[in-house]
């Protein structure tokens, strides 16, 4: 009986390296035909596993130096490498080439494998989706995010009063941080949901609170996932569901009686919420929650993370302070319409030149799923198309590319508005993503960060440096400083009317 077990075991064995001749054997005639080159290689003891860069991931992780040392690797080894960590093979590139292959030209050929991360979270929505689904998801959003939207920003100054309140009034040490991830969560959810709250002015143990920590502990628990890789097949996170359970709560409560009030009404008025407007095209309350939920995630965090950065910045820099403080003299005491906002060219830049450096979003992931290649990166100059079997995840640091000196000058690494005077790039700036995905809120996304500059700059005369900590970087889904924002703002004399 016992020599039955070990029969079958060799059968399988066999079988399996049967199967896996036969694939490696398609894919060279596939690379052969396709001029495909192997690209470099990251040096690791052993590649089977990947055990140990695995560690050395979780090490850079933990130290707040993961940027930094990928953008170490592309200068030592290319714009395209390869490597393997916990059993997944994986390359990744800032050749913008190979950018434009993954996010266009070659969209089909890959997955955004977001789906493992994200799940319990914003389910089957447009973030987590492909193919069909992900069709479906866009074309079910795209049409109930209006111009409107987007030019009223009325609701936005009502939250911009409730930030004032939350701020010093003596130049005293503030964390702008925190404040400003509230500031976009009230903004998101009144814009999405046609619901006023204020969690700027929330008190704690109160359910606004929690539902705050909850959102703000979504991105630390979608770090946790990612970094479990393979094995999160067979990780039950039972903290990941308690916070979705929360967060689930608050909008299904929001879109339930939304729902109930459009389907009972007699009247039907014109929509006047992304929520209402939504309504109108599904009953499935379930997909509309997980839409809703990506978009606020989306909406929240990337102004946010843009803002904190920039104040960190803008505290150390009084001269750019003091020529965005010339570039809004002509509005005087008057609040900032969309049409001025649109003609305020070095507060753009600035804006720009924050998102270049510290870009929301610092890494693009995407899985092959199919048997493809990439443009470039093979062979010893480089220029060769690179074989990329299926399963292979594919990353891209926006965080380095966007810090290319070939692209941005010599000076790629300061922080330089100016630059933007005779720049133009296209694959090689990606705050927003590219291509199909390009994120459908960018233009409001613009909107809102340069209301809010402009609005502290009427504001406050000054903002000062109160914390000698260096910027560290904390990836918790956008990019974040590891030590906050801390600066003291020094009040105009007069009130914006």
Not at 145 to 160: A, M, N, P, T
Not at 191 to 219: D, W
Not at 241 to 253: E, G, R
Not at 270 to 295: A, C
């Amino acid at each position: 009986m016992m020599y039955y077990y070990y029969y079958l075991l060799l059968l399988g064995l066999a079988y399996w390296a049967v199967q896996r001749l036969i694939v490696s054997l398609e894919q060279r005639k596939f690379a052969r035909k396709n001029g495909c080159q192997p690209c470099q290689r990251i040096p690791q003891r052993e590649r089977l596993i990947g055990y140990g860069l695995y560690r050395q991931e979780v090490a850079l992780a933990r130290e707040g130096r993961s940027l930094q040392e990928a953008q170490n690797r592309f200068q030592l080894f290319g714009d395209t490498f390869s490597g393997v960590v916990m059993g997944q093979f994986f390359i990744s590139t800032i050749d913008p080439e190979n950018v434009k292959a993954l996010l266009s030209s070659q969209f089909s050929d890959f997955d955004s494998g977001k789906k493992g991360l994200f799940g319990p979270f914003i389910g089957d929505s447009m973030l987590t989706t492909d193919g069909a689904l992900w069709k479906h998801s866009r074309a079910l959003v795209r049409p109930h995010l209006g111009k409107g939207q987007v030019e009223d920003l009325s609701k936005l100054e009502g939250h911009i009063q409730n930030l004032l309140t939350c701020l010093p009034k003596d130049g005293s040490t503030v964390d702008l941080q925190q404040l400003f991830f509230r500031l976009t969560f009230d903004n998101v959810v009144e814009l999405l949901l046609n619901k006023q709250v204020s969690t700027l002015n929330c008190q704690p143990g109160s359910h606004l609170h929690k539902v705050v920590e909850a959102f703000e502990n979504v991105g630390n628990l979608v770090n946790r996932r990612a970094a479990l890789g393979p094995l999160l097949l067979f990780y039950r996170d039972t903290e990941m569901n308690a916070t979705c359970k929360i967060l689930h709560d608050f909008v299904d409560d929001i879109i339930e009686k939304a729902y109930l009030k459009r389907k009972t009404r007699k009247d039907r008025k014109p929509p006047n919420s992304f929520l209402d407007s939504i309504l109108d095209s599904t009953d499935d309350l379930v997909k509309i929650r997980f839409e809703v939920l990506g978009l606020l995630l989306a909406g929240r965090d990337t102004a946010a993370s843009v803002m904190s950065n920039l104040f960190f910045v803008l505290a150390r820099r009084p001269d750019i302070w003091q020529k965005l403080q010339t570039e809004i003299e002509y509005l005087q005491e008057r609040k900032p319409t969309y049409d001025d906002l649109r003609g305020l060219k070095y507060l753009r830049q600035v804006i720009d030149e924050t998102m270049r450096l510290y870009p929301p979003v610092p890494g693009l992931f995407r899985a092959a799923n199919r048997t493809t290649i990439l443009p470039r990166g093979g062979g010893h100059d480089g220029r060769s198309p690179v074989l990329v079997p299926k399963g292979t995840v594919i990353s891209c640091s926006t965080f380095s590319l966007q810090r290319r000196e070939d692209v941005f000058g010599p000076d790629a690494q300061e922080f330089r508005p100016e630059r933007w005077d005779s720049l133009n790039p296209h694959w090689e700036f990606l705050p927003f993503s590219a291509g199909p995905r390009v994120c459908m809120g960018q233009t409001y996304a613009y909107a809102e960060m340069m209301y809010i500059l402009s609005r502290m700059l009427q504001e406050f005369q000054q903002v000062e440096k109160r914390s000698e900590e260096p910027w560290v970087e904390k990836w918790s889904i956008v990019l974040l400083n590891g030590s906050g924002t801390k600066v003291g703002l020094i009040p105009k004399t007069r009130a914006i009317e």
